[in-house]
C-alpha cells in the first residue's frame, strides 16, 4: 500500500484496518566523511522502509531524519537532537498510529547512536500496552555478509555504509574522496582505555570522520547488502504480521 | 545550494561558511478530509523550501513531517506528537546547526498548529543568543490573494489547500470527493459558544475533517498561491540574509 | 454564593454541592503602557468574575494575578512566569476543585498571553475526563461592539482596555498619559515581515508599550464594554451550567 | 508606595528604583475547619503584605492565593498545586522582578505546607544570584506570645488563626463553629508512631480538619498577634533593606 | 533473614513471601565537622537498618549513601544529589521491591536534609497504592533520651550524634578534635532574623560546621541512645508488621 | 587513602588536595539466577573499587547499590530505578565532589544495564567541563581472559561472575544450584529475530535468569578474574591520574 501520507483519510481508514505492522524509519543528518552524504543513514532507512510498500499488511510512515548524533557536531553539517527528545519524538508517534488500531510496528534505523533511545522507547511503548516496536539496524543483520564482502572491523563511514550509498544514489558519494576517508579514519569504533571505553566524541578518535576502510567501496557489494538487509526485514515483517498482539507484551511475574 | 543532507562533511563546510540563513520545513501528517493526503502540510513545507535551493545563501534542512495534530487524532492516518515534544525537537535542530556558523533561519510551516510552538522555540533561540528563526506560515503571506481567489473563510483542507496541493501532487488530490469534504465542513475553524473558543478538537465541529469549500479548488489557483507565497519567502530569505545578526538578538531592559 | 475563599469547609459543602460551574480568574501583572495601572488584566478578569457571585450555580475561585507576560519584560514592573508553569499552576487548581464535584468552570481570562496555556491546560483536563474548563477571554466576546465604539486595531493598553479600567477603577487609569501612550503606541499587535510573525517582544514594535489608540478611551464606553461582556459570560455561564457533563468530554474516534 | 499592580509602567520605573525590598504574600485556599474562611492564609498573608505599603522601600507585589494543600484535599473546598508548581510560580515571579534591579525580597508565607517549596525557591535564587527572597512565617515571629496568649500546642485553625482572622476579618469568623472545630481537633499536628511521622493528610489525625484548641479564639488577641508580627515583619524589611547585596549570596568554598 | 543484596532470587522469593515489611536505609555523605566521619549518617542508618536483620519479617535493602546535602557543599568531602533526584532514588526503589509484594517498608533515615524528600516520596507510593514506606528518622525517637543525656539544642555533629558513632565506629571518631568541633560551632541549627528563617548553608551560621555541644560526647551515651532508637525501630515495625494495608492508604474525601 | 567516608571534613581536605582520581563503584540489586547473591554486580564493583584505598592518588566513594534493571523486574528480589533517575545521580554526586577540586574520575561499574546510563552522565559532565569521568565495566577488560578460562558466550550470572563472586564472597554462592541456573540459562544475551534485538526483558529469554555456562564456575578462575581486572583498573587510574585536565575535555569544532 503507498506511504500513508499518501493517503487521505478516508483510504487511510482501510489501508489501517488491512496494515498487521508499521514500518516507521529513523535516520540522522551527520557527518559522514569527506565522500558521504550527510543523509546517509536516514536515506539508507527510508530505502528499506519503501520496500514495504510493496506489502498489504505494511504501512509506512514518513522519515524521521534527524536523530541522536551529538558525538558527531564537531564536523560541519552534523545536525542533532538529545536522546531523550528523539525518543519522544518516535515514541508519541507510534503511539499516536496506534490510536488507529495499528499495534504493531518496526523502526527501521540507519543510524547506531539512535539506538538505545529507540530500545526505551520500545520498552515504554510495551510496557503500557500501546504498541509493540521494536527497533531494527539494518547492519545488525547482515553481520555475516559484511565479513565476507569486507576486510575491515568498520562501523561510520565504512565500506558497507560507502557501498550501500553508492548502490542507493551514486550522485551522494564521492569516490575521490574514499582515499582521504579512510586515510583519516580509526579502524574501529571508539577508543578504549585499559577497558575503560572513552571516545565520547568520533573526533576523539577519527580524523577524516571515518571508521574503517571505506576505500574497499563498491556499488556491486552495495547492492547485494541491500537485498539481503532488505530480505531479513521482510522476514521480520512476516514474522510480526503472524504474531498475535498478546505475545507481544511484557510477561508477569515469574 | 544542494539540500543540507545531501552535502559531505568537507562540501558542507564550504557551503556553511556561505550560507546566510537555514530554511527548515515543518509540517505534520494529520487528516485533510477526504480529499487530500495526510501529507498535505509537510509536503507543502517541503516544496516551498526546496525553492531555497536555488539561492547560494541558503541551506536547507530536511523536513520534519510529524507535527502539533492530537486535535486531529479521532480522524485515521493522523499522527503527532506533543507541542513540547515538537518545540524540543525543531529547537535543538537548529541549535545544532548554529553550532556551524548558521544562526539565522526561516523555520517553513505547512501547519498551523505548529505555530505556538515553532513561536515558543524561536523565542528561546532568540533569548540565549543561539539562533534568530523565526516561523513562516505559508497561508499568512497570502491573505489577500487567497481573498481574491477564493470565497471562504475556510482554514484546513479548504479550497486554498486543496488547490495548493493539487497544483504541488495532482496525484494526491481526489477531485471526486471534494463534494463530501465539503458537505461534512464547517464554515470556519473551531467553535464558539458566547465569546469562549471550545472546538478542542477537529471533530468537534466538522463532520468531514475539512472547514471551508474545497470545491472551489482548481489547481491554476494552486500555483498561483504557490508562486506568490513562494516570492513572500525569497523576499524574507533576502530580509534575512541582509540583517545584521546583532539586530536580531532581543532588546534589552528600557 | 460568596466567593470560594470565604466559606468555611462545612459552607463549601452545600456551595460546592449546589455549584454547576466554577468561575477562575486569571490575568497578568505587567506593563500597560503609561496610563494604565500595571495590574489591568487580572483585575478586570476579577471584575467579571465577581458578577457571578450573584448566582447560585457558580462558585468563584481566587484570582490568579501573574501570567505569561516575558514579552513586555522591558518593561518596569511586568512581572511573568512560564507558559508551563501558569499552565501547570492553573490546571491544578482546577484539577483540586475537581475533587469535591465541581468539574465545569470557564477561566475567565484578561490577558491574551495565557490563552495558549490556558487553552492546553483545558485541553489536558478533557482528555483525562478530570474537568470541562475552556478560558473565556473578556475581549473576545465584544468584538463587534469594540469596532463600533473605537476607531483602532490596537491589542494592548488600547482604548478598549482603557476604557474598561478607567470604568472599574478610576484611580488607576492617567489620563494625562493618554496621549503619550499613543504617541508611542502601534498601530497593531507585532510585527510582520513578508508573512513572518516577528514582534517577540513588545519592545520590538511598541515605543510606550501600547498598541492601539488610548487617547479614544472614554470611561462611559468602559461601562457599555463591562456590560457587553458581562451579559455574554453570564449566558456562557448558563449554557455551560445546563450542559451534560458526559457531552463535554472529547469524543471517541471516528 | 502603592502596590505595584497600581503602577503605571512609568511610575513603577521610579518606585523600583527606591525600593530596596520587594514583599510578595503567599498561602492558600483551604479547610480551616468548621469556623474559618478557606482563604484564611492568603487572606493573613495579604494582610500583613499590605501594612509594607506605608513603606518608601519596599514594594508589594500581588498575593499568590493557592499553595501546597494536598494533605487538606479530603475537606471541601480545598484548593491545590504541587510543590514544584508552587516552588516555581513563586520562583519565576521574583526572578522576572529582579530584571527591573529590585533583587531582595520577602515571601510573607500564611501557611505552613508552603514553607519547603519556598525555601527551594530561595535556595535557588540565592544559589544564581539572581535575588535573595527568603520566606517569612508570620507565626514563626510570634511563638512566645502565642505561648502567653493560648493554652495549646495547635497548628492549624488553632486559637492563634482563629484569633487573627477575627481580628482582620469578622465576617468571616464563624464563633458558632468554634466548639464543633474543637471537638474534632486533634491537639498537635500530625501523628508519630514510635518516632515515625506519619499523619500524610489532616484527615489521618483530626476530625474538623482543626488542630489546637479554637474555642480560645479572642478577637482581641487576635489584633495582638497582628500587631506584634507586623512589627517583626518590619524590623525584618529593615534590616534587609539595610543588607548590602554582596552580603546576601551563598558563601564560597571553605 | 539476610539482607535483600545477600538472598539469591531463589530464596529472595521465599524470603519476600515471609516479610511483611522492608527497611531501606538512608543517610548522607557530608561534613560533621572536624571530629566525625563524613559517612556518620548513612553509618548510623545502616547499623539501625541491620538490627531489622534479626527478624523474619523484615527484610533490608541496600543503603543510599549519598542524600540531600547540597547545605554543607562549602565543607570538604560533602557529596549531595538535588531533592529530587533523591526522592526519585529512594521512591523507585521502593515501588520496584512493591512489586514482589512487599509494599509496607520504613526509611531509616540517617539525615534531616533527607526528610522533606523522603515524606514527599511516601506521600506519592501512598497517593499510588504502590507502598506504604514513612521515613523513620534516629533521633526523633529518643528527643527525652537526649535531654537527658545532654546539654545542648544541638542538630549536627552534636553530642548525640557523636556519642552514636563513637559507639558505632570508634575508630571513625576523633576525639582530639571535639573541641574544635564545639569551638566553632552554633548553639542551635539555623539563623533566624525577625522571624524569618535564614541559614541556608551551614557555613552561615556554623564555623566548624557542628551544631550542639560535641565535647559532651560519650560511648557510652551512644550505646544507650542507639539501644533506645532501636527499640523504638523494631516496636515501629511490629506495628507496622500488624498493620492491615488497607488501613495504610489514603483516605477517601470526606 | 581511606574511601572518603571515613574521612573528616579536616582530613578530607587534605586528602582530596592530594587525590588526583576518585573512584565510584556502581552496580545493582537484581536477580542472578538461582545460585548467585542480588548484591553480585555492586559487591564486585565494591571490590574493585577498594583496592584503590591503597592509592594515595586515589579517594574512593561509596557504592551505588540500586541501578538500572528494570529487565530483570519479573525475578524475585530485583530492584531497579530507571535510567534518568540512576544518570542524575551518579552524575549529581560526581558533580558535587568536583566543588572540592577532584574532576577526574573512575565509574566503576559492575551491571552492564547501567552503562549507557553512565555514559550520559559522563558526557554531560565532560560537555560542561564539570568533570571526566568515564566509566569501566569489570567485565570489559578481562574479555581475552575469559576467553581463555571459560567455554561460554555467556552474559549475565554465567560462568565468569558466578566465579568471580565465589572468589569474593564465597557464601553467597549456592553451588548446588549453579546446575539449575545452566538448566534453565540462554547460550547468549538476547534474542535477535531476522536481525532485530528483542529480548526486553530477562525473561522473554531466560528461564532463570542466567545467561551462559555457570556450572564452569571455578573460585580459582575467578581469582584470576579478579587481579587481572585489578590490574587493569590501576592502570587505568595511573593514566587517568597523570592526563591533563584539559586534554579530558571534549575537542572544539573542527
Known amino acids: 500500500m503507498p506511504p500513508l501520507a499518501e493517503h487521505t483519510t478516508t483510504t487511510a481508514a482501510d489501508a489501517l484496518e488491512d496494515a498487521e505492522v508499521a514500518v516507521i524509519p529513523t535516520g540522522s543528518t551527520e557527518q559522514h566523511g569527506p ?3 550527510l543523509g546517509m543513514d536516514h536515506m539508507a532507512a527510508e530505502a528499506f522502509a519503501r520496500t514495504a510498500s510493496d506489502r498489504d499488511d505494511a504501512v509506512v510512515l514518513p522519515t524521521v531524519p534527524v536523530g541522536v548524533s551529538e558525538h558527531h557536531r564537531q564536523f560541519d553539517g552534523t545536525l542533532y537532537v538529545t536522546e531523550e527528545t528523539f525518543e519522544r519524538y518516535v515514541g508519541e ?20 547512536g539512535n539506538s538505545s533511545a529507540l530500545r526505551r522507547a520500545a520498552r515504554t ?10 527497533p531494527w539496524n539494518w547492519w545488525d543483520s547482515v553481520e555475516d555478509l559484511a565479513d565476507d564482502l569486507f576486510d575491515e ?29 579512510e586515510a583519516g579514519a580509526s579502524e574501529a569504533w571508539g577508543e578504549t582505555v585499559h577497558g575503560a571505553a572513552l ?20 556499488p556491486e557489494k552495495g547492492a547485494q547488502v541491500f537485498d539481503a538487509a532488505r530480505d531479513h526485514l521482510h522476514a521480520l515483517l512476516d ?7 498478546e505475545d507481544c507484551w511484557a510477561r508477569e511475574h515469574k
Not at 555504509?161 to 558519494?173: A, G, M, P
Open 35 to 37: 565522500a558521504l552524504a
Open 153 to 181: 572491523e568498520g562501523g561510520h563511514a565504512d565500506a558497507m555504509e560507502s557501498s550501500l550509498l553508492w548502490h542507493l544514489r551514486e550522485d551522494l558519494v564521492d569516490p575521490d574522496a574514499l582515499e582521504a576517508a
Open 239 to 245: 514474522w510480526l504480521a503472524e504474531r498475535p498482539l
Open 93 to 112: 508517534t507510534i503511539s499516536s498510529l496506534a490510536e488507529h488500531g495499528v499495534r504493531k510496528a518496526v523502526v527501521v534505523n540507519g543510524h547506531g
Open 199 to 218: 571516545g565520547f566524541d568520533t573526533i576523539d578518535f577519527s580524523e577524516s570522520g571515518a571508521v574503517g576502510r571505506p576505500t574497499q567501496a563498491d
Open 125 to 134: 511503548l510495551r510496557e503500557d500496552r500501546t504498541a509493540f516496536a521494536p
